[in-house]
């Protein structure tokens, strides 16, 4: 077996002497182990794929989906119990700089202003779906967006929460949750999301090493992003999580492992370790990038493989993919326990809930109905001004979406699904799942099927098989490496 450490510097630990098993070929592995790979095996797997935030995934969904579709689910939901919780999504695209490494639909100004007409346009959006909700307006979850939440002042922050709080009841219990950039969030809006009661926070991250931040034109200091999180701490925030990226432009595995340090030396509660999605097609901002230093294929896995074993060694545990929680935290308690869900926003240890959204691109997910706004402020606000809700596309499952959702969701979270009664429906899917086994990606035992800790790394290899519209939109997605 070729090892691809050979061909690239250390991927994998040396075996340490105190532990003369983990040089055994044949030891099954821990789930919190790195696997051995192959070159030839990482290019078979390196393919391009959904990330499956949705099943289906968004190029599935088209434009004549009706705002009178999204009204019937939003007619449904408000049918069942009051004391069912929902979940709200705004999204809140404006962020003062242009970071060239983003994926993101965002719109870049340095004019505040620009919110408070959008925020008139937020409510008149609430004000159109809410009343179809009738009595059940109690939230469980709540997330900010963006784009940068913070970018907007603190005048414009509690307009926002009076926006929601005058429309829904906020649960004791609720997850109140928003993305940050620590470049500019200040202590004082923190504070005052605090006092609303936001409890969760995202910081954006993405690497601490000064060159690849000045390639990717972000720069942000180890300094302001702990202070940050001591500060949301001491205010009483919890499950703190950073957002890191990998395959960045002139990240190499020591600067990488020297970020990682530093990341580990603030003490997240949670990490996100994203794949780089390089899409110059679609952000054309991104070819501003020195593309030469792109790492690819192996380079990029090796910056995977690295950032799994310093935060197993720091105390994090992996979760779903591309996540690590400290194991006090309840998105590990929910994966002990097989509760692991997933929604557009990320990893949640809460059950799925129906969630309505508002603001641009921003994606409502309602009683088997996908729904998501347009991107350009100006068709958002055209939409809302003419009372018509500002619907770019959307779909309605089928039953055979919503079985393959549930069962690519089991995999992505937990790792793990059992077909049951519905494994002789997957008949055509048997032999790929014969090579995933033979790659080492599963192990299938009659109905059920496990990933293996090389499956958990390319769960979305094992999730494609279920995929039933993946040929027609394959080279729509970022690749799996
Ligand atoms: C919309 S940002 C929100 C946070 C905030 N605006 C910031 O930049 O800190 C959400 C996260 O998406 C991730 N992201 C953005 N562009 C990406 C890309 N091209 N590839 C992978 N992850 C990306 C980043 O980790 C980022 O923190």
């Not at 002139?250 to 340090?261: A, G």
């Not at 002990?336 to 994606?363: E, K």
Request: aromatic share 8%; hydrophobic share 40%; net charge negative.
């Amino acid at each position: 077996m070729v090892s691809i450490t050979e061909a690239h510097g250390p991927l994998t630990r040396d075996p340490r002497p105190s532990d003369p098993e983990r040089s055994d070929p044949g030891r099954p592995q821990s789930r919190d182990e790195w696997p051995r790979l192959t070159e030839a095996l990482i290019a078979r797997l390196d393919v391009p794929g959904p990330r499956y935030t949705s099943y289906p995934t968004v190029p599935e969904w088209t434009d004549d989906f009706a705002e009178d579709q999204l009204y019937a689910a939003l007619d449904e939901a408000g049918a069942r119990p009051a004391d069912q919780p929902i979940g709200l999504y705004v999204h809140l695209p404006f962020c003062e700089e242009r970071c060239t490494f983003c994926g993101c639909n965002v719109v870049v100004t340095r004019d505040p202003a620009r919110a408070d007409r959008y925020l008139d346009y937020l409510v008149r959006e609430l004000d159109l779906m809410v009343p179809h909700l009738g009595d059940r307006i109690r939230l469980g979850q709540i997330h900010l967006g963006g784009g940068t939440p913070t970018f907007l002042t603190e005048a414009q922050l509690t307009r926002l929460w009076r926006a929601v709080t005058d429309r829904f009841e906020v649960l004791p219990d609720a997850e109140v949750a928003l993305e940050v950039d620590p470049v500019v969030t200040t202590f004082s809006q923190v504070s005052l999301l605090r006092s609303f009661g936001f409890n969760r926070i995202s910081m954006g991250v993405q690497d601490f090493d000064p060159q690849v931040q000045e390639a990717v034109h972000r720069v942000q200091s180890v300094e302001e992003t702990a202070d940050l999180v001591a500060h949301a701490r001491a205010e009483g925030f919890k499950g703190v999580n950073f957002d890191l990226i990998y395959g960045l432009p002139r990240q190499t595995p020591e600067s990488w492992r020297q970020t990682l340090e530093r990341v580990l030396a603030i003490s997240p509660d949670r990490a996100a370790v994203y794949s780089f999605a390089y899409l110059p097609e679609l952000r054309p901002h991104q070819k501003r990038l020195p593309v030469a230093d792109i790492p690819t294929g192996p380079a990029k896995l090796t910056l995977l493989g690295t950032a799994f074993e310093a935060f197993v060694d720091g105390g994090l545990q992996p979760i779903g993919m591309d996540h690590f929680a400290k194991p006090e935290d309840e998105l590990s308690q929910a994966l002990a326990a097989g509760r692991l869900n997933r929604n557009f926003q990320g990893y949640s240890a809460r059950p799925a809930i129906d969630t309505v959204s508002v603001g641009v691109t921003a994606i409502s997910d309602v009683m088997g109905r996908y729904a998501q706004n347009v991107p350009q402020l100006n068709k958002y606000y055209k939409s809302l001004d003419d009372g018509r809700l500002p619907l770019a596309r959307g779909m309605v499952l089928s039953e055979d979406d919503l079985r393959r959702r549930w069962i690519i969701n089991s995999l992505m979270c937990n790792g793990t699904v059992d077909l049951g009664a519905h494994a002789t429906d997957f008949a055509a899917q048997m032999p790929a799942l014969a090579q995933l086994a033979d790659d080492g990606l599963i192990e299938q035992q009659g109905s059920r099927i496990d990933t293996t800790p090389l499956g958990r790394i390319f769960v979305r290899n094992v999730a494609m098989v279920f995929d039933a519209y993946l040929e027609k939109n394959q080279r729509r997605f970022s690749r799996t490496v």
